[in-house]
Every structure is written in structure tokens, then in C-alpha cells.
């Protein structure tokens, strides 16, 4: 092949690359504003409208995600559309104890929420979710993560005679 010809493919080659780097962005963002979106219609549909108002006209597409193959179809359908500290939430009430961002995960990704991101990306994003309410979330010792609201609880329960 001539240094001409090689040179054009190369060139063709480099462009595509830099085009599907541009889409694979685009689509990542996309996928962002999807989830938000997605989970400001749940929230419109499960009590931020007026008991009056007409909630018929909030239509929701299925997900692509069924909830097969997960540890338990229903939760994990009950993550889909959830923003990341509304998930942590749901995680860690059905777990029920303080637990780590390793073990948040894998019950979230056990269920198919944040399974399109890299480890370090949904664990930081994770940690900064909880760490910006700490209205909903209260850090521990050992990087365990659990409920403020257990925290009133426990305050609240009588010392053991």
C-alpha cells in the first residue's frame, strides 16, 4: 500500500475513533438525564402530585431492564429510575444495618442498578450522594454507612436495666 492511500485510512481511522469517543460521552450523559428524569416522574407518580391532579397523562416507557435475572426482581424494578442516594436508601433499609459502599453495591449492582459503571466511579459517586445529606445519612466508624434516622431511634430506646 502507498504511503498516500495509508495516510487517508489513517486518517478515516482516526476520525471515526474520535467520533465514537464523542457519542460514547453523549450517550453516558444521556443515560444520566435518563435516570433523573426517570425518577422525577417516580416521584410525581408516588405522591408529589395533588391527590386531584391527573396522573393518567405520566406516561413512563418500560425500562430496558426487567429485572430478570437479579437476586430479587421486584427490588431491583423498584431501583430503576431511583437517583443514587434514593438507591442507597432502599439498600440499606433492606439491609437493615450500617453496611460498607462495597456491600451497597453489591446488592445495587445484585439487582441491576449501576451495573454500566466502572467500580471506582459508582463507589465515589455513591459516597458522595450519601456524604451530601447528611439529613438521610450518618458515616460510622470502619467507613459504614447506615440511616440517620436509626441513629434517633437508638437515642430514642431506654438504656437496658
Given at each position: 500500500?502507498?504511503?498516500?492511500?495509508?495516510?487517508?485510512?489513517?486518517?478515516?481511522?482516526?476520525?471515526?475513533r474520535r467520533e465514537k469517543a464523542e457519542l460514547?460521552?453523549?450517550?453516558a450523559s444521556l443515560d444520566e438525564v435518563e435516570?433523573?428524569?426517570?425518577?422525577?416522574?417516580?416521584?410525581?407518580?408516588?405522591?408529589?402530585?395533588?391527590?386531584?391532579?391527573?396522573?393518567?397523562?405520566?406516561?413512563?416507557?418500560?425500562?430496558?431492564?426487567?429485572?430478570?435475572?437479579?437476586?430479587?426482581?421486584?427490588?431491583?424494578?423498584?431501583?430503576?429510575?431511583?437517583?443514587?442516594?434514593?438507591?442507597?436508601?432502599?439498600?440499606?433499609?433492606?439491609?437493615?444495618?450500617?453496611?460498607?459502599?462495597?456491600?451497597?453495591?453489591?446488592?445495587?449492582?445484585?439487582?441491576?442498578?449501576?451495573?454500566?459503571?466502572?467500580?471506582?466511579?459508582?463507589?465515589?459517586?455513591?459516597?458522595?450522594?450519601?456524604?451530601?445529606?447528611?439529613?438521610?445519612?450518618?458515616?460510622?466508624?470502619?467507613?459504614?454507612?447506615?440511616?440517620?434516622?436509626?441513629?434517633?431511634?437508638?437515642?430514642?430506646?431506654?438504656?437496658?436495666?
Amino acid at each position: 500500500m502507498n504511503q498516500t492511500l495509508r495516510d487517508m485510512h489513517l486518517a478515516f481511522l482516526n476520525e471515526i475513533r474520535r467520533e465514537k469517543a464523542e457519542l460514547a460521552q453523549r450517550l453516558a450523559s444521556l443515560d444520566e438525564v435518563e435516570r433523573y428524569h426517570a425518577g422525577e416522574v417516580r416521584t410525581a407518580i408516588d405522591g408529589g402530585l395533588p391527590d386531584n391532579s391527573d396522573k393518567s397523562s405520566l406516561v413512563v416507557e418500560q425500562p430496558m431492564f426487567s429485572g430478570e435475572n437479579t437476586e430479587d426482581p421486584d427490588f431491583a424494578v423498584a431501583l430503576l429510575g431511583k437517583t443514587k442516594h434514593d438507591a442507597c436508601e432502599a439498600v440499606l433499609r433492606r439491609i437493615g444495618d450500617p453496611s460498607k459502599i462495597r456491600e451497597i453495591m453489591q446488592v445495587m449492582r445484585g439487582n441491576g442498578y449501576g451495573i454500566d459503571l466502572d467500580d471506582r466511579i459508582l463507589h465515589n459517586s455513591l459516597y458522595t450522594a450519601m456524604n451530601r445529606k447528611p439529613e438521610t445519612f450518618v458515616k460510622h466508624q470502619g467507613s459504614k454507612w447506615g440511616l440517620v434516622e436509626w441513629e434517633k431511634q437508638q437515642e430514642a430506646e431506654p438504656p437496658d436495666s
